[in-house]
């Protein structure tokens, strides 16, 4: 059994990047509902827990508690943000409204010595975002950091650790280091949970959980999707049917490049079906508008396609996705708000036709899947090219989805791409993407009334957050003039500023 820290959500956003932060150190964690029940915890036998953050206040009624008794099992416990506050709250501190509410980088003042602040400077920027405040410590805890506006902005006493600000997120300049300390000096971890033993593991369970029934794979050609195939592959062989739709939402040329890697001549043996929906996928959006509604009816004919493949092949016992952790916590899990509902987890009907479904990478993140698709012998260039969403150009067009629309955001992305590969320079994620606003402008001394295209890039290590990418002027100026000359129904470029938080990455 490897070694397990949980997490206990209290519906924060960053939740997913706590669990995520931790398994960067070789330790496996899992996130729980913060009400799971103590025997539950007692079974999981965990070396740590850590209580997340959450948007509401710990001395209102309807707030989320867990149970009091975890802080008496002798375990290591970490409280971030909210789960800071209600450490203090069912302790007898005293929790109240902030006379100033902190949102953002911060400076931190470390006080005194803490194992959780080993090796982080006596003063570092931190990540802030809260109304409330832990005004009065419980019995025999000691402050061990403040900031200009928070008096205790950590605390511990033994085995129990808060902090108000979030070492989870890329902004906290030390957060690494201090998740480290909890996890390696705190929780005394050895680290051994690597990726190859996950892909080992997984397989053998695939291979008893299927036994001989047959399975039929939503590929989509994207990182996920790839690598749940070949997994599926390793597992059951042949007994595996690929089918890829294409929904007319893809890249430019992108249906064609995933036949190649896939289908007959590629590079894999998989049973590869390709099924042309792009007319059925537009009449479906046809007035359509808000984005829940676009990724669920997405989802949904995703789902009615690959039922009516089962039905030509026969009996299907098993639908197969790519989902991923980060697609089922945006999607709602646990305590945790919607952010977006992802065409794998909020568009599934309840009538499916199969089984079950399979999700061999529902406890991965991104760069997780990336090392399991290494480590089962996947080429680089697949492995680590840049996400895709599942319900594709439908959430990089703002508003309705067109053939018109579609064709433009294709043409404009195909040139951003072009010129940053061009320019070789390194970046997690970008892309063009379609605004819902139409401008005036003037082209061949002409006025023209057209859309405005929104370039997207960032740089980020898990996707859960991010940082808009500096981009030299040269390459904008050179893209926004190809954009605006070559792609017709265009007469305005953008470039997206924003980091995430307080966006995401896709428009949609």
């Known amino acids: ?29 899992e996130i729980h509902p913060n009400d799971i029940p103590l025997e539950k915890i007692k079974q999981l036998n965990p070396k740590g827990i850590i209580l997340t953050g959450g948007p509401n206040s710990v001395y209102n009624e309807e707030s989320p508690l867990c149970d009091k008794r ?5 375990v290591p416990i970490l409280g971030i943000c909210y789960g800071a506050q209600l450490m203090a709250y069912l302790l007898g501190g005293k929790v109240s409204t902030a006379p100033s509410s902190e949102y953002g980088s911060t400076n931190v003042s470390i006080d005194g010595n803490s194992k959780l602040f080993d090796n982080v400077k006596e003063n570092t920027i931190c990540w802030m975002s809260h109304t409330d405040y832990i ?9 061990t950091s403040h900031t200009k506006n928070c008096p205790i902005s950590s605390m511990e006493k033994n085995n129990l650790y808060a902090v108000q600000f979030h070492p989870e997120v890329m902004h906290t300049q030390e957060g690494n280091t201090m998740i480290t300390n909890f996890v390696k000096n705190i929780c005394h971890c050895k680290g051994d949970w690597i990726m190859l033993d996950f892909a080992e593991s997984t397989i053998k369970q695939l291979k008893q959980k299927i036994g001989s029934g047959k399975v039929l794979c939503a590929l989509s050609g994207g990182v996920d999707s790839s690598v749940a195939a070949v997994m ?21 040329n992108e249906a064609d490049e995933v036949e190649k890697i896939f289908g007959t ?5 998989l049973n590869f079906i390709k099924v042309d929906a792009k007319d059925r996928f ?12 676009k990724r669920k009816i997405i989802g949904k ?26 697609d089922i916590i945006e999607s709602g899990h646990g305590k945790s708000a919607v952010i977006k509902s992802h065409h794998n987890v909020g568009g599934l009907p309840k009538d499916l036709d199969f089984k079950e479904i399979i999700e061999p990478l529902r406890l991965l993140f991104k760069d997780e899947v990336r090392k399991v698709g290494l480590e089962l012998g996947l080429p680089n ?30 043409e404009a992305d195909w040139i951003f791409r072009n010129e940053i590969e061009n320019a070789g320079i390194n970046l997690s994620q970008y892309f063009a993407a379609l605004t819902n606003m139409r401008s005036v402008g003037v082209m061949g001394d002409e006025r023209t009334y057209d859309y405005a295209i929104a370039l997207r890039a960032v740089i980020t290590s898990d996707f859960m957050t991010a940082e808009t990418a500096k981009l030299p002027w040269e390459i904008l100026e050179k893209v926004t003039q190809r954009i605006v000359n070559e792609v017709k129904g265009v007469n305005r470029v953008f470039y997206d500023c924003t980091g995430k938080p307080p966006a995401t990455i896709e428009f949609e």
């Open 301 to 326: 004919e995703f789902i009615r396609v690959f039922e009516e493949e089962a039905k030509k092949i026969g009996k299907v016992d098993y639908l197969v996705q790519g989902t991923i952790y980060s």
């Open 232 to 252: 599926l592959s390793k597992a059951i062989g042949n007994q595996l049917i690929c089918v890829f739709v294409d929904t007319g939402l893809l890249r430019k």
């Open 265 to 269: 001549n590629g590079s894999y043996d």
């Open 70 to 74: 975890i802080f008496e099992l002798n």
């Open 135 to 143: 005004e009065e410590v419980p019995n025999d805890f000691r402050i």
């Open 1 to 29: 059994m490897n070694e397990l820290i949980i997490v206990l959500d209290f519906g924060g956003q960053y939740n997913q990047l706590i669990a995520r932060r931790v398994r960067e150190n070789n330790v496996y964690c």
């Open 381 to 410: 260039y697949l492995v680590l090219r840049q996400p895709f969403p599942g319900p594709g150009l439908g959430i990089r067009i703002v508003g309705e989805v067109t053939s018109e629309k579609v064709t433009i955001v294709q």
């Open 282 to 293: 537009l009449e479906k959006l046809k007035g359509v508008t808000e984005p829940e509604s």
